[in-house]
């Protein structure tokens, strides 16, 4: 029976590379996904103001 061959290094660093790559893409798009949830949340909470304010308004005696 024969040794098995040793892992071919310069494939082993590609792979890891890439795996590398592709956990900074996961770790963007998480970014991409927060900074787009604050952008939301931001915006609802605007709103919400803006129709208390009208709320306000609108039962205020004229």
């Known amino acids: 029976m024969t040794a098995p061959e040793p ?3 310069v494939a082993h660093s590609v792979e890891r590379r890439l795996s590398d790559l592709k956990r900074e893409v996961d770790a963007i798009k998480r970014l ?31």
């Open 7 to 9: 892992e071919n290094p």
């Open 32 to 62: 991409l996904t927060q900074a787009s949830l604050k952008r939301l949340s931001s915006e609802i909470n605007r709103q919400q103001i803006e129709l208390e304010e009208v709320e306000n308004e609108f039962h205020s005696p004229l």
